[in-house]
């Protein structure tokens, strides 16, 4: 049985480019990134380079993902 790699959304794609995380788990949706130590730096870059390219992505975070250092970078469901 093939494994079926999952499709990037071509704005999820740029991002991955431009923001260069070291560590991020593919969701359905989007990413995880994972293993911030400057979370509140790393969202806040995040957010500006959403906004800066407009892309269609959000970012998500909870104290939850906050606790190892991580927060999510979604597209809107099709």
């Known amino acids: 049985m093939q494994k079926k790699e999952p499709k990037i959304n071509?704005?999820?794609q740029k991002f991955i480019q431009k923001f260069e995380p070291n560590k991020f788990k593919?969701?359905?949706r989007g990413i995880?990134?994972?293993g911030n130590n400057?979370?509140?730096r790393s969202i806040a870059f995040a957010k500006e380079?959403?906004?800066r390219f407009k892309l269609n992505l959000t970012v998500h975070n909870s104290a939850e993902m906050a606790s190892y250092g991580g927060f999510e970078v979604l597209h809107p469901a099709s």
Do not use: F, G, P, S
Request: charged letters at 35%; hydrophobic letters at 60%.
């Open 38 to 40: 400057d979370l509140h």
């Open 32 to 34: 995880e990134i994972r």
């Open 10 to 12: 071509a704005d999820l």
């Open 49 to 51: 380079l959403i906004e």
């Open 26 to 28: 593919m969701l359905a």
